[in-house]
Protein backbone atom coordinates (compact mmCIF):
# COMPACT_ATOMS: atom_id res chain seq x y z
CA UNK A 1 0.00 0.00 0.00
CA UNK A 2 2.96 2.29 0.41
CA UNK A 3 3.56 2.85 -2.73
CA UNK A 4 0.37 4.49 -3.44
CA UNK A 5 1.39 7.11 -1.67
CA UNK A 6 5.33 7.65 -1.94
CA UNK A 7 5.25 11.30 -4.44
CA UNK A 8 3.69 12.88 -0.54
CA UNK A 9 3.12 16.57 -1.23
CA UNK A 10 6.25 18.14 -1.32
CA UNK A 11 7.60 21.23 0.52
CA UNK A 12 5.13 20.58 3.93
CA UNK A 13 6.73 20.02 7.56
CA UNK A 14 3.74 18.68 9.19
CA UNK A 15 3.56 15.54 6.99
CA UNK A 16 5.18 13.64 9.16
CA UNK A 17 3.61 14.76 12.19
CA UNK A 18 0.39 13.91 10.20
CA UNK A 19 1.38 10.48 9.65
CA UNK A 20 2.49 9.93 12.96
CA UNK A 21 -1.35 10.36 13.95
CA UNK A 22 -1.96 6.83 12.74
CA UNK A 23 -0.23 5.74 16.01
CA UNK A 24 -3.29 6.85 17.87
CA UNK A 25 -5.76 5.23 15.93
CA UNK A 26 -7.77 2.54 18.13
CA UNK A 27 -7.06 -0.83 17.79
CA UNK A 28 -10.20 -2.87 16.01
CA UNK A 29 -10.97 -5.92 18.24
CA UNK A 30 -11.02 -9.21 16.09
CA UNK A 31 -14.94 -9.38 17.19
CA UNK A 32 -15.74 -5.58 16.04
CA UNK A 33 -13.64 -6.39 12.09
CA UNK A 34 -15.76 -10.31 11.95
CA UNK A 35 -18.80 -8.29 12.72
CA UNK A 36 -18.44 -5.43 10.20
CA UNK A 37 -16.78 -8.36 7.60
CA UNK A 38 -20.17 -10.42 7.99
CA UNK A 39 -22.30 -7.65 8.44
CA UNK A 40 -21.41 -5.75 5.17
CA UNK A 41 -22.33 -8.87 2.64
CA UNK A 42 -25.35 -8.31 1.02
CA UNK A 43 -27.17 -11.47 1.68
CA UNK A 44 -28.11 -11.63 5.63
CA UNK A 45 -30.90 -12.14 6.99
CA UNK A 46 -33.18 -11.40 10.43
CA UNK A 47 -31.72 -13.79 12.73
CA UNK A 48 -27.87 -13.37 11.40
CA UNK A 49 -28.06 -9.43 11.72
CA UNK A 50 -29.75 -10.29 15.28
CA UNK A 51 -27.16 -12.76 16.78
CA UNK A 52 -23.94 -11.31 14.91
CA UNK A 53 -25.23 -7.85 17.26
CA UNK A 54 -26.11 -9.46 20.05
CA UNK A 55 -22.22 -10.47 20.27
CA UNK A 56 -21.82 -6.85 21.36
CA UNK A 57 -23.89 -5.31 24.59
CA UNK A 58 -22.69 -1.78 23.77
CA UNK A 59 -23.95 -2.11 20.15
CA UNK A 60 -26.76 -3.76 21.19
CA UNK A 61 -27.95 -1.03 23.67
CA UNK A 62 -27.45 1.51 21.35
CA UNK A 63 -29.67 -0.83 18.74
CA UNK A 64 -32.92 -0.51 21.47
CA UNK A 65 -32.14 2.82 22.52
CA UNK A 66 -32.13 3.95 18.71
CA UNK A 67 -35.19 2.20 18.23
CA UNK A 68 -36.90 3.90 21.00
CA UNK A 69 -36.08 7.14 20.07
CA UNK A 70 -38.85 9.48 19.91
CA UNK A 71 -38.61 9.78 16.12
CA UNK A 72 -40.32 6.36 15.67
CA UNK A 73 -43.38 7.73 18.33
CA UNK A 74 -43.48 4.09 19.68
CA UNK A 75 -46.59 3.71 21.83
CA UNK A 76 -44.72 0.65 23.70
CA UNK A 77 -40.63 0.07 23.98
CA UNK A 78 -38.60 -2.25 21.91
CA UNK A 79 -36.81 -4.31 24.60
CA UNK A 80 -34.45 -6.37 22.34
CA UNK A 81 -32.16 -6.31 19.31
CA UNK A 82 -34.72 -8.99 17.76
CA UNK A 83 -37.56 -6.69 18.64
CA UNK A 84 -35.80 -3.21 16.96
CA UNK A 85 -35.31 -5.43 13.64
CA UNK A 86 -38.87 -6.60 13.43
CA UNK A 87 -39.83 -2.69 14.39
CA UNK A 88 -37.24 -0.82 12.35
CA UNK A 89 -36.36 -3.29 9.81
CA UNK A 90 -33.35 -5.06 9.00
CA UNK A 91 -31.87 -3.67 6.45
CA UNK A 92 -31.87 0.13 8.71
CA UNK A 93 -30.63 -1.85 11.84
CA UNK A 94 -27.78 -3.61 9.88
CA UNK A 95 -26.44 -0.05 8.92
CA UNK A 96 -27.12 1.73 11.99
CA UNK A 97 -24.54 -1.21 13.63
CA UNK A 98 -21.85 -1.15 10.79
CA UNK A 99 -22.05 2.68 11.47
CA UNK A 100 -21.93 2.30 15.01
CA UNK A 101 -19.56 -0.31 15.35
CA UNK A 102 -17.18 2.21 13.57
CA UNK A 103 -17.64 5.17 15.71
CA UNK A 104 -17.56 2.65 19.19
CA UNK A 105 -14.04 3.05 18.51
CA UNK A 106 -13.47 6.46 18.64
CA UNK A 107 -16.06 7.69 21.18
CA UNK A 108 -14.06 8.08 24.43
CA UNK A 109 -11.34 10.28 22.31
CA UNK A 110 -11.62 13.60 22.34
CA UNK A 111 -12.50 15.70 19.04
CA UNK A 112 -11.95 19.02 17.71
CA UNK A 113 -14.88 21.61 18.48
CA UNK A 114 -15.79 22.22 15.02
CA UNK A 115 -16.15 18.36 14.35
CA UNK A 116 -19.87 16.80 14.46
CA UNK A 117 -19.84 13.13 14.98
CA UNK A 118 -23.90 13.07 14.07
CA UNK A 119 -23.16 14.78 10.66
CA UNK A 120 -20.24 12.14 10.46
CA UNK A 121 -21.59 8.99 11.02
CA UNK A 122 -24.99 10.40 8.96
CA UNK A 123 -22.62 10.90 5.79
CA UNK A 124 -20.69 7.39 5.95
CA UNK A 125 -23.65 5.80 6.55
CA UNK A 126 -25.39 7.66 3.66
CA UNK A 127 -22.72 7.17 1.37
CA UNK A 128 -22.57 3.40 2.15
CA UNK A 129 -25.85 3.09 1.41
CA UNK A 130 -25.71 4.88 -1.97
CA UNK A 131 -22.93 2.57 -2.99
CA UNK A 132 -25.25 -0.54 -2.05
CA UNK A 133 -27.78 0.88 -4.24
CA UNK A 134 -25.35 1.55 -7.27
CA UNK A 135 -24.13 -1.78 -6.88
CA UNK A 136 -27.18 -3.06 -7.71
CA UNK A 137 -27.74 -0.69 -10.43
CA UNK A 138 -24.11 -0.68 -12.00
CA UNK A 139 -21.20 -3.72 -12.67
CA UNK A 140 -18.90 -2.08 -9.53
CA UNK A 141 -15.30 -3.80 -8.87
CA UNK A 142 -16.28 -5.09 -5.91
CA UNK A 143 -19.97 -5.13 -5.01
CA UNK A 144 -19.43 -7.05 -1.95
CA UNK A 145 -16.86 -4.28 -0.58
CA UNK A 146 -19.24 -1.34 -1.61
CA UNK A 147 -20.97 -0.92 1.83
CA UNK A 148 -17.57 -0.65 3.55
CA UNK A 149 -15.77 1.58 0.73
CA UNK A 150 -18.60 4.03 1.49
CA UNK A 151 -18.68 3.22 5.27
CA UNK A 152 -14.79 4.17 5.66
CA UNK A 153 -13.91 6.93 2.81
CA UNK A 154 -13.73 9.68 5.50
CA UNK A 155 -12.54 7.93 8.60
CA UNK A 156 -9.32 10.08 8.21
CA UNK A 157 -11.29 13.11 8.45
CA UNK A 158 -12.91 11.53 11.64
CA UNK A 159 -8.34 10.82 13.09
CA UNK A 160 -7.45 14.39 11.97
CA UNK A 161 -10.40 15.72 14.53
CA UNK A 162 -9.02 13.49 17.33
CA UNK A 163 -4.99 13.72 16.44
CA UNK A 164 -4.86 16.75 15.35
CA UNK A 165 -7.97 19.12 16.37
CA UNK A 166 -6.10 22.33 16.00
CA UNK A 167 -5.23 21.20 12.66
CA UNK A 168 -8.16 20.46 11.79
CA UNK A 169 -9.95 23.55 12.57
CA UNK A 170 -7.65 25.57 10.79
CA UNK A 171 -8.44 23.64 7.61
CA UNK A 172 -11.75 24.10 8.07
CA UNK A 173 -11.39 27.78 8.53
CA UNK A 174 -9.10 27.65 5.27
CA UNK A 175 -11.85 26.21 3.18
CA UNK A 176 -14.13 28.78 4.51
CA UNK A 177 -12.55 31.44 4.19
CA UNK A 178 -10.30 30.91 1.10
CA UNK A 179 -13.08 29.17 -0.87
CA UNK A 180 -10.92 26.17 -1.56
CA UNK A 181 -11.79 22.36 -1.45
CA UNK A 182 -11.20 20.89 2.03
CA UNK A 183 -8.54 18.17 0.32
CA UNK A 184 -6.59 21.34 -0.72
CA UNK A 185 -6.43 22.54 2.16
CA UNK A 186 -5.65 19.72 3.99
CA UNK A 187 -2.55 19.22 1.62
CA UNK A 188 -1.00 22.75 2.53
CA UNK A 189 -1.61 22.54 6.10
CA UNK A 190 -1.02 18.70 6.74
CA UNK A 191 1.17 17.70 3.52
CA UNK A 192 -1.63 14.86 3.30
CA UNK A 193 -4.77 14.31 3.20
CA UNK A 194 -7.46 12.71 4.65
CA UNK A 195 -8.48 10.18 1.87
CA UNK A 196 -4.68 9.32 2.32
CA UNK A 197 -4.89 9.03 6.27
CA UNK A 198 -8.44 6.79 5.50
CA UNK A 199 -6.25 4.31 3.58
CA UNK A 200 -3.59 3.76 5.98
CA UNK A 201 -6.14 3.59 8.93
CA UNK A 202 -7.74 0.91 6.82
CA UNK A 203 -4.21 -0.71 6.03
CA UNK A 204 -3.26 -1.01 9.74
CA UNK A 205 -6.96 -2.54 10.66
CA UNK A 206 -6.18 -5.33 8.19
CA UNK A 207 -8.71 -4.86 5.96
CA UNK A 208 -8.85 -5.22 2.17
CA UNK A 209 -6.48 -3.95 0.07
CA UNK A 210 -9.27 -2.92 -2.43
CA UNK A 211 -10.92 -1.04 0.34
CA UNK A 212 -7.46 0.85 1.14
CA UNK A 213 -7.08 2.05 -2.76
CA UNK A 214 -11.05 2.98 -2.61
CA UNK A 215 -10.83 5.24 0.46
CA UNK A 216 -6.92 6.66 -1.16
CA UNK A 217 -8.60 7.67 -4.57
CA UNK A 218 -11.97 8.79 -3.96
CA UNK A 219 -11.20 12.13 -4.92
CA UNK A 220 -8.95 11.74 -7.44
CA UNK A 221 -10.35 8.12 -9.19
CA UNK A 222 -8.51 9.48 -12.68
CA UNK A 223 -5.27 8.88 -10.67
CA UNK A 224 -6.25 5.05 -9.73
CA UNK A 225 -3.48 2.83 -11.20
CA UNK A 226 -4.87 0.69 -14.62
CA UNK A 227 -6.45 -2.86 -13.79
CA UNK A 228 -7.73 -5.44 -15.84
CA UNK A 229 -11.05 -5.50 -14.47
CA UNK A 230 -13.82 -4.50 -16.27
CA UNK A 231 -16.49 -2.97 -13.54
CA UNK A 232 -16.62 0.62 -12.17
CA UNK A 233 -13.74 1.44 -9.96
CA UNK A 234 -14.95 1.20 -6.06
CA UNK A 235 -12.81 5.31 -5.72
CA UNK A 236 -14.80 6.62 -8.83
CA UNK A 237 -18.07 4.98 -7.74
CA UNK A 238 -17.20 6.46 -4.03
CA UNK A 239 -16.34 9.90 -5.56
CA UNK A 240 -19.75 10.17 -7.64
CA UNK A 241 -21.80 9.23 -4.35
CA UNK A 242 -19.41 11.22 -2.36
CA UNK A 243 -20.29 14.57 -4.25
CA UNK A 244 -24.70 13.50 -4.27
CA UNK A 245 -24.69 12.83 -1.00
CA UNK A 246 -23.11 16.65 -0.33
CA UNK A 247 -25.36 17.96 -2.44
CA UNK A 248 -28.41 16.21 -0.90
CA UNK A 249 -27.06 18.30 2.55
CA UNK A 250 -25.63 15.30 4.37
CA UNK A 251 -22.18 16.75 4.64
CA UNK A 252 -19.49 16.16 7.17
CA UNK A 253 -18.93 19.82 7.53
CA UNK A 254 -22.08 22.46 7.62
CA UNK A 255 -23.37 22.67 4.26
CA UNK A 256 -22.59 25.28 1.88
CA UNK A 257 -25.52 26.94 0.54
CA UNK A 258 -26.07 26.76 -3.28
CA UNK A 259 -28.52 26.28 -5.81
CA UNK A 260 -26.14 24.17 -8.20
CA UNK A 261 -28.52 21.21 -9.49
CA UNK A 262 -27.43 17.61 -7.75
CA UNK A 263 -24.73 16.30 -9.72
CA UNK A 264 -24.69 13.40 -11.99
CA UNK A 265 -23.85 9.61 -10.84
CA UNK A 266 -24.04 8.17 -14.23
CA UNK A 267 -20.99 6.00 -15.51
CA UNK A 268 -19.58 6.13 -19.32
CA UNK A 269 -20.62 2.43 -20.91
CA UNK A 270 -23.46 2.31 -18.28
CA UNK A 271 -27.24 3.36 -18.07
CA UNK A 272 -28.43 4.33 -14.58
CA UNK A 273 -31.85 5.82 -13.71
CA UNK A 274 -30.68 8.75 -11.35
CA UNK A 275 -34.30 9.83 -10.57
CA UNK A 276 -35.20 6.13 -9.76
CA UNK A 277 -32.06 5.39 -7.83
CA UNK A 278 -32.96 8.92 -5.80
CA UNK A 279 -36.57 7.73 -4.81
CA UNK A 280 -35.07 4.48 -3.53
CA UNK A 281 -32.38 5.68 -1.20
CA UNK A 282 -34.97 8.60 0.07
CA UNK A 283 -37.16 5.64 0.81
CA UNK A 284 -34.44 3.85 2.67
CA UNK A 285 -33.12 6.67 4.41
CA UNK A 286 -35.78 8.16 6.46
CA UNK A 287 -35.44 5.08 9.16
CA UNK A 288 -31.38 4.98 9.28
CA UNK A 289 -31.85 8.53 9.73
CA UNK A 290 -34.12 8.74 12.45
CA UNK A 291 -31.93 6.28 14.44
CA UNK A 292 -28.58 8.56 14.07
CA UNK A 293 -29.60 11.72 15.14
Not at 33 to 57: H, M
Not at 125 to 130: I, Q, S, T
Not at 153 to 182: K, R, T
Amino acid sequence: MESLFATGYKGSISRAKALESLNKLPVMSASAGRLLGRLSRRDYDLAEVAALIETDSVLSAQVVQSANSAAFNRAYQVESVRHAIVMVGVGTVRRFALVRTVANLFSRRPRAHLFSMIRFNLHSVAVAAMMELLANEVPLDDAEGAFLAGLFHDVGSLLIAVALPEQYESVQAAASVNQEHLVDCEREILGTDHAELSALALERWGLAENLQTAAAFHHAPQALPETAKSGVPLSLAIHRADALIDALGMSIEPPRVTDQPAPSIGFAGHTLNQDRLLERFAEEWKAVDAMLR
